[in-house]
Protein backbone atom coordinates (compact mmCIF):
# COMPACT_ATOMS: atom_id res chain seq x y z
CA UNK A 1 0.00 0.00 0.00
CA UNK A 2 3.13 2.57 0.78
CA UNK A 3 4.46 1.85 -2.28
CA UNK A 4 1.45 2.87 -4.44
CA UNK A 5 1.05 5.48 -2.24
CA UNK A 6 4.65 6.81 -2.87
CA UNK A 7 4.07 5.98 -6.65
CA UNK A 8 1.08 8.06 -6.59
CA UNK A 9 3.21 10.63 -4.63
CA UNK A 10 5.70 10.92 -7.37
CA UNK A 11 3.64 10.67 -10.55
CA UNK A 12 1.61 14.12 -8.67
CA UNK A 13 4.72 16.39 -8.40
CA UNK A 14 6.58 14.84 -11.87
CA UNK A 15 2.95 16.42 -13.48
CA UNK A 16 3.40 19.54 -11.31
CA UNK A 17 6.87 19.76 -12.75
CA UNK A 18 6.19 19.02 -16.20
CA UNK A 19 3.18 21.86 -15.87
CA UNK A 20 5.54 24.34 -14.78
CA UNK A 21 8.68 24.05 -17.26
CA UNK A 22 6.33 23.11 -20.30
CA UNK A 23 2.57 24.60 -20.24
CA UNK A 24 0.51 21.68 -19.31
CA UNK A 25 -2.60 22.27 -17.38
CA UNK A 26 -5.34 20.34 -16.21
CA UNK A 27 -9.36 20.26 -16.40
CA UNK A 28 -12.14 18.39 -16.01
CA UNK A 29 -16.01 18.22 -15.31
CA UNK A 30 -18.17 15.96 -13.31
CA UNK A 31 -22.06 15.40 -13.28
CA UNK A 32 -24.39 13.27 -11.67
CA UNK A 33 -28.09 13.57 -11.39
CA UNK A 34 -31.25 11.46 -13.16
CA UNK A 35 -32.42 10.79 -16.40
CA UNK A 36 -35.84 10.10 -18.18
CA UNK A 37 -36.21 8.89 -21.79
CA UNK A 38 -39.73 7.55 -23.27
CA UNK A 39 -38.31 5.03 -25.74
CA UNK A 40 -35.90 3.38 -23.06
CA UNK A 41 -37.66 -0.51 -23.48
CA UNK A 42 -37.47 -3.47 -20.64
CA UNK A 43 -35.04 -4.15 -18.66
CA UNK A 44 -33.72 -0.36 -18.61
CA UNK A 45 -35.76 1.47 -17.05
CA UNK A 46 -37.56 5.18 -18.54
CA UNK A 47 -35.94 7.10 -16.06
CA UNK A 48 -32.59 5.72 -15.02
CA UNK A 49 -29.47 7.23 -12.82
CA UNK A 50 -26.60 8.98 -14.36
CA UNK A 51 -22.98 10.09 -13.53
CA UNK A 52 -19.84 10.77 -15.35
CA UNK A 53 -16.65 12.10 -14.91
CA UNK A 54 -13.79 13.48 -17.54
CA UNK A 55 -10.44 14.88 -16.99
CA UNK A 56 -8.65 17.70 -20.33
CA UNK A 57 -5.09 18.05 -20.75
CA UNK A 58 -3.99 21.08 -22.17
CA UNK A 59 0.08 21.17 -23.42
CA UNK A 60 1.61 24.22 -24.94
CA UNK A 61 4.78 26.14 -25.47
CA UNK A 62 6.47 28.91 -27.79
CA UNK A 63 9.39 27.79 -30.23
CA UNK A 64 12.93 29.37 -30.52
CA UNK A 65 10.97 31.03 -33.53
CA UNK A 66 7.84 32.42 -32.12
CA UNK A 67 5.51 29.80 -32.67
CA UNK A 68 2.93 28.36 -30.41
CA UNK A 69 2.76 24.70 -30.98
CA UNK A 70 0.45 22.23 -28.41
CA UNK A 71 -2.14 19.50 -28.13
CA UNK A 72 -5.21 18.72 -26.23
CA UNK A 73 -6.72 15.46 -25.18
CA UNK A 74 -9.78 14.26 -22.91
CA UNK A 75 -9.56 11.18 -20.37
CA UNK A 76 -12.80 9.89 -20.05
CA UNK A 77 -14.70 7.88 -17.53
CA UNK A 78 -15.49 4.16 -18.43
CA UNK A 79 -18.68 2.24 -18.42
CA UNK A 80 -19.05 0.84 -14.62
CA UNK A 81 -18.98 -2.61 -16.12
CA UNK A 82 -15.60 -2.48 -17.44
CA UNK A 83 -13.91 0.27 -14.86
CA UNK A 84 -11.74 1.46 -17.62
CA UNK A 85 -10.92 5.07 -19.32
CA UNK A 86 -10.66 6.40 -22.58
CA UNK A 87 -8.86 9.32 -24.45
CA UNK A 88 -11.01 11.32 -27.03
CA UNK A 89 -10.59 14.22 -28.51
CA UNK A 90 -7.31 14.60 -28.94
CA UNK A 91 -5.81 17.69 -31.45
CA UNK A 92 -2.61 19.06 -32.16
CA UNK A 93 -1.76 22.72 -33.61
CA UNK A 94 1.07 25.00 -34.43
CA UNK A 95 -0.07 28.55 -35.18
CA UNK A 96 2.21 32.37 -35.57
CA UNK A 97 0.86 35.27 -37.84
CA UNK A 98 0.02 32.51 -40.49
CA UNK A 99 -2.68 31.92 -38.53
CA UNK A 100 -3.80 28.67 -37.00
CA UNK A 101 -3.25 24.83 -38.21
CA UNK A 102 -4.56 21.93 -36.13
CA UNK A 103 -4.92 18.50 -37.37
CA UNK A 104 -7.27 15.73 -35.25
CA UNK A 105 -10.84 14.86 -34.31
CA UNK A 106 -12.01 18.51 -35.28
CA UNK A 107 -14.92 20.29 -36.13
CA UNK A 108 -14.67 20.71 -40.11
CA UNK A 109 -14.85 25.13 -41.09
CA UNK A 110 -18.75 25.37 -41.53
CA UNK A 111 -19.41 24.09 -37.59
CA UNK A 112 -16.06 25.78 -36.68
CA UNK A 113 -17.61 29.26 -38.08
CA UNK A 114 -21.17 28.70 -36.81
CA UNK A 115 -21.42 26.73 -34.23
CA UNK A 116 -24.03 24.51 -32.17
CA UNK A 117 -27.11 25.89 -30.95
CA UNK A 118 -26.74 26.01 -27.16
CA UNK A 119 -26.99 22.91 -24.90
CA UNK A 120 -29.52 22.29 -22.63
CA UNK A 121 -29.98 20.40 -19.06
CA UNK A 122 -27.43 18.61 -17.74
CA UNK A 123 -27.27 15.69 -20.05
CA UNK A 124 -27.26 17.71 -22.78
CA UNK A 125 -30.38 17.13 -24.21
CA UNK A 126 -30.46 19.54 -27.37
CA UNK A 127 -30.58 18.04 -31.07
CA UNK A 128 -28.33 20.25 -32.38
CA UNK A 129 -27.67 21.39 -36.71
CA UNK A 130 -26.31 18.06 -38.56
CA UNK A 131 -22.79 18.67 -40.70
CA UNK A 132 -21.48 16.80 -43.32
CA UNK A 133 -17.51 17.23 -42.40
CA UNK A 134 -16.40 14.95 -39.75
CA UNK A 135 -19.08 14.39 -38.16
CA UNK A 136 -20.78 11.08 -37.53
CA UNK A 137 -17.63 8.80 -37.55
CA UNK A 138 -14.50 11.25 -35.89
CA UNK A 139 -11.17 11.03 -37.52
CA UNK A 140 -8.21 12.63 -38.36
CA UNK A 141 -9.08 15.81 -40.10
CA UNK A 142 -7.45 19.29 -41.12
CA UNK A 143 -8.43 22.92 -40.18
CA UNK A 144 -6.40 26.39 -41.09
CA UNK A 145 -7.95 29.29 -39.25
CA UNK A 146 -6.94 33.01 -39.83
CA UNK A 147 -8.38 35.92 -38.18
CA UNK A 148 -8.45 39.95 -39.28
CA UNK A 149 -10.43 42.79 -38.46
CA UNK A 150 -13.32 41.10 -36.70
CA UNK A 151 -12.99 38.65 -39.75
CA UNK A 152 -11.96 34.65 -38.99
CA UNK A 153 -11.58 32.53 -42.06
CA UNK A 154 -11.50 28.90 -42.38
CA UNK A 155 -10.81 25.69 -44.29
CA UNK A 156 -10.83 22.13 -43.50
CA UNK A 157 -10.45 19.10 -44.83
CA UNK A 158 -11.76 15.46 -43.81
CA UNK A 159 -9.27 12.69 -43.67
CA UNK A 160 -8.02 11.96 -47.55
CA UNK A 161 -9.75 8.92 -48.98
CA UNK A 162 -9.89 7.06 -52.40
CA UNK A 163 -12.44 5.09 -54.39
CA UNK A 164 -15.85 6.21 -56.33
CA UNK A 165 -17.63 5.09 -52.47
CA UNK A 166 -15.73 8.12 -50.64
CA UNK A 167 -16.77 9.57 -48.12
CA UNK A 168 -14.52 13.07 -47.14
CA UNK A 169 -15.72 16.45 -46.98
CA UNK A 170 -14.21 19.95 -47.81
CA UNK A 171 -15.33 23.04 -46.31
CA UNK A 172 -14.70 26.80 -46.20
CA UNK A 173 -16.14 29.28 -43.85
CA UNK A 174 -16.41 32.93 -42.90
CA UNK A 175 -17.60 34.82 -39.93
CA UNK A 176 -17.95 38.31 -39.18
CA UNK A 177 -18.46 39.63 -35.30
CA UNK A 178 -18.79 43.35 -34.43
CA UNK A 179 -20.19 45.38 -31.29
CA UNK A 180 -21.90 41.78 -29.72
CA UNK A 181 -23.18 40.55 -33.34
CA UNK A 182 -21.79 37.91 -35.71
CA UNK A 183 -22.91 36.47 -38.77
CA UNK A 184 -21.10 33.39 -40.50
CA UNK A 185 -21.64 31.61 -43.89
CA UNK A 186 -20.09 28.33 -44.45
CA UNK A 187 -20.05 25.14 -47.45
CA UNK A 188 -19.22 22.06 -47.49
CA UNK A 189 -18.40 19.88 -50.62
CA UNK A 190 -17.55 15.89 -51.19
CA UNK A 191 -18.92 12.77 -52.06
CA UNK A 192 -21.79 10.27 -50.70
CA UNK A 193 -21.12 6.79 -52.13
CA UNK A 194 -19.88 8.24 -55.09
CA UNK A 195 -22.93 11.11 -55.22
CA UNK A 196 -21.96 14.41 -55.07
CA UNK A 197 -23.10 15.84 -51.72
CA UNK A 198 -23.19 19.77 -50.64
CA UNK A 199 -24.19 21.76 -47.67
CA UNK A 200 -24.50 25.38 -47.29
CA UNK A 201 -25.00 27.28 -43.91
CA UNK A 202 -25.82 30.56 -42.83
CA UNK A 203 -26.05 31.64 -38.79
CA UNK A 204 -26.36 34.96 -36.69
CA UNK A 205 -25.81 35.65 -32.89
CA UNK A 206 -26.90 38.37 -31.40
CA UNK A 207 -25.97 39.70 -27.74
CA UNK A 208 -28.23 42.43 -26.16
CA UNK A 209 -27.57 42.61 -22.21
CA UNK A 210 -28.82 39.40 -20.42
CA UNK A 211 -30.68 37.41 -23.88
CA UNK A 212 -28.61 35.99 -26.98
CA UNK A 213 -30.09 34.77 -29.95
CA UNK A 214 -29.07 32.78 -32.34
CA UNK A 215 -30.25 31.40 -35.36
CA UNK A 216 -29.14 29.12 -38.32
CA UNK A 217 -30.49 28.03 -41.60
CA UNK A 218 -28.97 25.39 -44.31
CA UNK A 219 -29.44 23.51 -47.67
CA UNK A 220 -28.37 19.79 -48.18
CA UNK A 221 -27.83 18.73 -51.72
CA UNK A 222 -27.47 15.08 -52.75
CA UNK A 223 -27.20 13.99 -56.37
CA UNK A 224 -30.94 15.38 -57.06
CA UNK A 225 -32.10 15.11 -53.64
CA UNK A 226 -32.62 18.16 -51.59
CA UNK A 227 -33.21 18.53 -48.24
CA UNK A 228 -32.76 21.95 -45.26
CA UNK A 229 -32.56 22.85 -41.59
CA UNK A 230 -33.15 25.73 -39.37
CA UNK A 231 -32.74 26.59 -35.63
CA UNK A 232 -33.59 29.26 -33.47
CA UNK A 233 -32.10 29.70 -29.79
CA UNK A 234 -32.84 32.15 -27.02
CA UNK A 235 -31.02 32.45 -23.69
CA UNK A 236 -31.34 34.72 -20.50
CA UNK A 237 -29.12 35.36 -17.53
CA UNK A 238 -30.77 36.10 -14.38
CA UNK A 239 -28.20 36.98 -11.72
CA UNK A 240 -27.46 33.17 -10.94
CA UNK A 241 -29.98 31.58 -13.10
CA UNK A 242 -29.84 30.60 -16.65
CA UNK A 243 -33.02 29.59 -19.06
CA UNK A 244 -32.38 28.22 -22.74
CA UNK A 245 -35.29 27.62 -24.90
CA UNK A 246 -34.37 26.01 -28.75
CA UNK A 247 -35.90 24.71 -31.77
CA UNK A 248 -34.24 22.73 -34.27
CA UNK A 249 -35.31 20.57 -37.80
CA UNK A 250 -32.56 18.92 -38.65
CA UNK A 251 -31.47 17.64 -42.26
CA UNK A 252 -32.81 13.84 -40.94
CA UNK A 253 -36.33 15.59 -40.90
CA UNK A 254 -36.64 15.27 -37.17
CA UNK A 255 -38.29 18.65 -35.19
CA UNK A 256 -37.06 19.11 -31.89
CA UNK A 257 -37.78 21.55 -29.08
CA UNK A 258 -36.80 22.13 -25.40
CA UNK A 259 -36.29 24.27 -22.32
CA UNK A 260 -33.78 23.96 -20.02
CA UNK A 261 -32.54 26.10 -16.82
CA UNK A 262 -29.10 26.20 -14.52
CA UNK A 263 -28.89 27.62 -11.07
CA UNK A 264 -25.19 28.61 -10.13
CA UNK A 265 -24.23 27.22 -6.99
CA UNK A 266 -20.57 29.04 -7.13
CA UNK A 267 -17.26 27.52 -7.69
CA UNK A 268 -17.84 25.70 -11.29
CA UNK A 269 -20.97 23.77 -9.90
CA UNK A 270 -24.33 24.15 -10.94
CA UNK A 271 -28.19 22.86 -10.85
CA UNK A 272 -29.54 22.29 -14.24
CA UNK A 273 -32.65 20.63 -15.47
CA UNK A 274 -34.39 20.75 -18.97
CA UNK A 275 -37.13 18.43 -21.26
CA UNK A 276 -37.09 18.03 -24.35
CA UNK A 277 -38.99 16.37 -27.35
CA UNK A 278 -37.99 14.71 -30.65
CA UNK A 279 -40.55 14.00 -33.64
CA UNK A 280 -38.93 11.56 -36.57
CA UNK A 281 -41.34 9.77 -39.06
CA UNK A 282 -44.46 10.39 -36.27
CA UNK A 283 -42.73 8.98 -33.62
CA UNK A 284 -42.35 11.38 -30.32
CA UNK A 285 -39.77 10.97 -27.71
CA UNK A 286 -39.63 12.10 -24.66
CA UNK A 287 -36.23 13.19 -22.12
CA UNK A 288 -35.64 15.17 -19.59
CA UNK A 289 -32.97 15.49 -16.85
CA UNK A 290 -31.84 16.92 -13.41
CA UNK A 291 -28.70 16.79 -11.58
CA UNK A 292 -25.00 18.90 -10.73
CA UNK A 293 -22.62 19.45 -13.25
CA UNK A 294 -19.11 20.28 -11.91
CA UNK A 295 -16.13 22.22 -13.57
CA UNK A 296 -12.88 21.60 -11.72
Do not use: C
Not at 33 to 41: L, R
Amino acid sequence: MKKILFASTALILSAGVASANNNISFSGDARMGVVYNSANVAPAAKTQFSARARMTIRMSRTTDTGLQVGATFRVDQGGAAVGNTSMTGGTVFISGDFGRLTMGDIAGAVEGVIGQLPNIGYSELRQGAQWLSNAEARRTAVRYEYSFDGFTVMLSSDQLQQGPAKTGYAGIGVKYSFDGFSVALGHETGKLAGVSDRHTMIGAEASLDMVTLKALYGERKTGATKTKQYGVSASANIDAVNVTAYYMRRLNTSKNYGIGASYSLGGGAHLRGAINQTSLGGVKTNTADFGVTMSF
